[in-house]
T-cell receptor, first 114, second 113 residues
Framework: AQSVTQPDIHITVSEGASLELRCNYS??????LFWYVQSPGQGLQLLLK??????LVQGIKGFEAEFKRSQSSFNLRKPSVHWSDAAEYFC????????????FGTGTRLKVLA | NAGVTQTPKFRILKIGQSMTLQCTQD?????MYWYRQDPGMGLKLIYY???????DKGEVPNGYNVSRSTTEDFPLRLELAAPSQTSVYFC????????????FGAGTRLSVL
């Protein structure tokens, strides 16, 4: 069955510390991969995406993610977290054809300590 | 550049009432989606549409209906609202030529009491 797993429900880091949010997926073939961020009371904003090619992708707000085919993972990283990064982060996989539906992970809520 | 617009932002319904959540996009996207978001559950797909006049069920369609008479609009209808439909609803749109990146509205927070 197709699925996306974000094993960490909550993560707390200190401002300035590095961050890694984990995402693993189960899918028949390599899908399109996405990370979205949701600030409180807001909709989802695309952080970054992977379609093909270079497995390290850069996104907005200083985030990057690395696709590892052998581990079916697409982890999100940031070298130095800012207080404004506190939000909920969703990993999603998307079909590469047909109806292009997404499957979302359950999200990781990030708290940043001053 | 409005993108995806959802109305209303908040609504409280009584059990058994009905309502329509509105979604409109100005990006000429073929594909549109409705999701519900419940705490700790991520987003679940309710219905989607690949073009005007074409809709299909997603993962959790029971209790909802949709229509797609124009490219721009994709309303979600709740008939006989139930407490289990208390949730945050998101509409999204995408275009296959853009690798189907989905763009989301700001959401509608619905409470059924």
């Amino acid at each position: 069955a197709q699925s996306v797993t974000q094993p960490d429900i909550h993560i707390t880091v200190s401002e300035g510390a590095s961050l890694e949010l984990r995402c693993n997926y189960s899918y028949g073939a390599t899908p399109y991969l996405f990370w979205y961020v949701q600030s409180p009371g807001q909709g989802l904003q695309l952080l970054l995406k992977y379609f093909s090619g270079d497995t390290l992708v850069q996104g907005i707000k200083g985030f990057e993610a690395e696709f590892k085919r052998s581990q079916s993972s697409f982890n999100l990283r940031k070298p130095s977290v800012h207080w404004s990064d506190a939000a909920e982060y969703f990993c999603a996989v998307g079909a590469t054809s047909g109806t292009y539906k997404y499957i979302f992970g359950t999200g990781t809520r990030l708290k940043v300590l001053a | 550049n409005a993108g995806v617009t959802q109305t209303p932002k908040f609504r409280i319904l009584k059990i058994g009432q009905s309502m329509t959540l509105q979604c409109t996009q100005d990006m000429n996207h073929n594909y549109m989606y409705w999701y519900r978001q419940d705490p700790g559950m991520g987003l679940k797909l309710i219905y989607y549409s690949v073009g005007a006049g074409i809709t299909d069920k997603g993962e959790v369609p029971n209790g909802y209906n949709v229509s797609r008479s124009t490219t721009e609009d994709f309303p979600l209808r709740l008939e006989l609202a139930a407490p289990s439909q208390t949730s945050v609803y998101f509409c999204a749109s995408s275009y296959p030529g853009d690798k189907n990146i989905q763009y989301f509205g700001a959401g509608t927070r619905l409470s059924v009491l």
